[in-house]
């Protein structure tokens, strides 16, 4: 209430007519003056033109914020389109392709008006109509920029008032134009267990495309996500570049072409691959949003950027603090009863963790769910693991003062199921060939009502049933395969599409009732990791890998693109090094455990609990504060990052030395973003277990930031797979 009363709404329209200019559909001949319609944040500006010579829409300027628009009215070059079509003289990729339902395979859109609203003090978004002169079909390219995050999202809406459907073939959610003498592009692939590994190439003439056709799942092969370095590659602080992504949970396309005078065009939308879409009469279809920042001090100003966006509005409830937790998926996988279940609480209590997550294999009877072969879709307690049914671990939790959280894989099903058995046509499967599975599953047509109003009560009604029920993990652990919708029809070349607005739709309505429940987003480790979805989703697991060695490399991948509260970091048993260096890897986002605690040694049961008091005095500036990464693990074999907060009195440093060669040694490290003039003194954490330090004799000294910013800190040993963690305070 109190944020709406702060919200001024200013909506003001300026009109073409009312700038005295013709209307388009008016002859070209009558259009004389161009129209400049800039968006800008604190340090960006994107820049369109009107051309009053054929009333099409041009993007003339992107990146440092100009002083004023006032120079470029004099250029005489026309731009490049804002949002090419397809049929007419467009002879590039298109953002956007139909055919009319007369037959007619071209568009030729104009402008019409472009209205802004300002909806606060930071935000504006404006919107630019779009017509074709000869059909009624009419498209708005919706621009939203965020100030002081110098953040820029963008979407598109189709309108069409022909007689009949029409269909659209290519409909993407953004158009950028770029000319640098190079590009460089820095791309995030993987797979199961290999997330965020990083690429960097030049983009030279013809087309490259970053996409998914996975279906759900989709970023299994390929994160949204991507820098676009222009002229030279960027670091940490130096080059101009821009951070896109898309927020779509499903097959994403961005497409980079070279034309032949070396300016670069970036098209990202939803894959339109085998997805042709029927637009009815009346019913605009909207596209996902394109995220961007814009920087000119390198990819470390990027993130910072894009994780201010995140907190402030990209994740759900960004702002607010995160459960510590411990989970049971590494230690008991799918083995385990109610007595072992009560002792796991007893050492989250112990341990002086928030919560315990109860994961996959509490559920089905008639096909008990004991291995990943059967039960998934029956979501009633397994009466012989549970017998007395999850209230009674919701209230054992209660009395020992923890809070309790639950596994799910709402979207899925196991042919060895009842709903398999019961509703054999609300499950994804081609006729006439062999069902195709992977984990031993299908998935459930989510464009079906029923499977929609069945997926939604898989949630609301445990939360109803069992109202202490704190948390929810929302797995999804397959792509689309031999996928078909009995629901759909002749309309099959919508699936991709619908399956994800669906899903959207679900977790709105389960949002609208629970608004702020917290709810991890897993998709066998970080498959479905996107701003489309972190809307709905407080967190995510970042992957099944949890070898501390690799999670450098993997959260380092993440930390580009998301902030570090959101990153669920596990520490497991998996990977041969210490408590501590695993303890130290998982402190640079969300720490949580899934180990044995009941099998540790005195000794390092106390290192964690005093790990996790002090992660949780430290959480809001790891969490909140800004990150410099100080050195890379792709470039040297340590990594080192801090987090300072706003004030600059408070920083938090990681240091992970992860190979060595004989004898070697490291040089300081300079850190960044200290206030010169303060002074900071270096307390070193998580040294109480095993008798294991740094190696550094940096702690319990004080420096100025001038000298740790100019002459830096040796921050850790050479000895392979050793880390530090440094509390800097003022
Ligand atoms: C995949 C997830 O990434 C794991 O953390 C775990 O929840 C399993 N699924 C359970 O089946």
Sequence with gaps: MKKLLFLIIVIFTISYLSMGQPLIGQSQATQTQDVFIAVGTLNTDL???????????????????????????????????????????????????????????????????????????????????????????????????????????QWVEIIQKEAKPLTIFNYASSMLHFDANKYWLTQFHGDWAEEMKIQENELTSGIKVLDSKLGTRAHKYQAPIFFLSLNDKSDENNGELIAGTLGWSGNFQFLFEVDEKGSLRVISGINPFASEYTIQPGKPFKTPSFIFTYSNHGKGLASRNLHHWATNYGIMDGNKPRLTLLNNWETTFFNFNEPKLVGLLDDTKKMGLDLFLLDDGWFANKYPRNDDRAGLGDWQENKVKLPDGLGYLVKEADSKGVKFGIWIEPEMVNPKSELYENHPDWILKLPNRPENYDRNQLVLDLTNPKVQEFVYNVVDGMLTKYPGIAFIKWDCNRMMTSSYSVYLKDKQSHLYIDYVNNLYNILDRLRQKYPHFPIMLCSGG????????????????????????????????????????????????WGKQSLKFKTDVAMMGKMGYDIPVNEFTEKELKFSQDAI????????????????????????????????????????????????????????????????????????????????????????????????????????????????????TE
Excluded at 554 to 564: L, T
């Design 47 to 153: 820049v369109y033109k009107v051309s009053g010579k054929d009333g099409r829409l041009y993007q003339v300027y992107i990146g440092t914020k100009l002083g004023s628009i006032d120079d470029l009215k004099n250029v005489r070059d026309a731009g490049h389109p804002a949002y090419a079509t397809f049929g007419t003289d467009n002879l590039f990729e298109p953002a956007i392709r139909m055919t009319h339902n007369d037959g007619n395979p071209s568009l030729e859109l104009k402008y019409i008006s472009h209205n802004i609203e300002k909806t606060d003090a930071n935000i504006t978004i404006t919107n630019i109509i779009l017509k074709d002169p000869e059909y009624p079909v009419e498209v708005t390219l919706h621009i939203k920029s965020y100030s002081a995050e110098d953040v820029i999202e």
């Design 526 to 573: 970080g498959g479905r990791v996107d701003y489309g979805a972190l809307r709905y989703f407080t967190e995510f697991w970042a992957s099944d890998d949890t070898d501390p060695l690799e999670r450098v490399y993997i959260q380092w991948g993440y930390s580009y693109f998301f902030p570090s509260f959101a990153v669920c970091n596990h520490i497991t048993s």
């Design 613 to 728: 008091a002090d992660y949780k005095r430290l959480s809001d500036i790891i969490w909140h504060g800004d990150l410099y990464r100080l050195v890379s693990p792709y470039e040297e074999n340590r990594a080192v990052l801090m987090y300072i907060n706003s004030a600059k009195n408070k920083a938090v440093l990681f240091a992970y030395t992860l190979n060595s060669r004989y004898n070697e040694t490291f040089n300081r490290v300079r850190l960044q973003g200290l206030d010169p003039a303060k002074t900071y003194k270096l307390q070193e954490i998580n040294v109480s277990s095993e008798g294991r330090r740094s190696g550094t004799s940096e702690s319990g000294k004080s420096y100025t930031g001038d000298y740790l910013m100019k002459v830096g800190l040796n921050v850790g040993s050479g000895a392979a797979l050793s880390s530090a963690v440094f509390e800097i």
